[in-house]
């Protein structure tokens, strides 16, 4: 099993709820509410999404969040780069030297192809897939 992360879960969640806004601004506060998702752990959130150009911060009294780009522009790669990094099923796939065996492991050819197949997936979506289905 690869699990996902909570931070992957609940950062594609706020994105979603942001997406279905359709162009207007939602609080840290009103996702958190509606997703059921601590405060404290999605404002970490959003300010990484926000790092990463995907989410656009307005202050003053009617502020909040709302998407950087169009959601047909935001792939799920994205934004679980974004959030977690490269998607690693194992360590080596990123070097042979990190594998006790070396260029050795047979297996690694495996590992590689799952990555390769989970990529073109995440690719493959889009949060305006995931946010109209």
Same mark, same amino acid.
């Given at each position: 099993?690869?699990?996902? =992360?909570?931070?992957?879960?609940?950062?594609?969640?706020?994105?979603?709820?942001?997406?279905?806004?359709?162009?207007?601004?939602?609080?840290?506060? !009103?996702?958190? =509410?509606?997703?059921?998702?601590?405060?404290?752990?999605?404002?970490?959130?959003?300010?990484?999404?926000?790092?990463?150009?995907? *989410?656009?911060?307005?202050?003053?009294?009617?502020?909040?969040?709302?998407?950087?780009?169009?959601?047909?522009?935001?792939?799920?790669?994205?934004?679980?780069?974004?959030?977690?990094?490269? /998607?690693?099923? *194992?360590?080596? /796939?990123?070097?042979?030297?990190?594998?006790?065996?070396?260029?050795?492991?047979?297996?690694?050819?495996?590992?590689?192809?799952?990555?390769? /197949?989970?990529?073109?997936?995440? !690719?493959?979506?889009?949060?305006?897939? /995931?946010?109209?289905?």
């Amino acid at each position: 099993m690869f699990p996902v =992360s909570s931070r992957s879960q609940y950062g594609i969640r706020a994105l979603v709820y942001l997406a279905r806004k359709q162009g207007h601004v939602a609080t840290a506060s !009103e996702i958190s =509410s509606r997703e059921g998702i601590s405060a404290k752990y999605l404002e970490g959130i959003l300010t990484t999404l926000s790092s990463a150009g995907l *989410v656009l911060g307005e202050r003053g009294k009617n502020g909040g969040m709302r998407l950087a780009r169009d959601t047909s522009e935001i792939t799920m790669r994205d934004i679980v780069q974004a959030l977690d990094g490269q /998607v690693r099923p *194992v360590a080596c /796939v990123d070097a042979a030297g990190d594998c006790s065996q070396g260029g050795a492991c047979l297996p690694r050819r495996f590992w590689l192809g799952l990555k390769s /197949v989970i990529d073109e997936y995440l !690719e493959s979506h889009t949060l305006k897939d /995931v946010s109209e289905s």
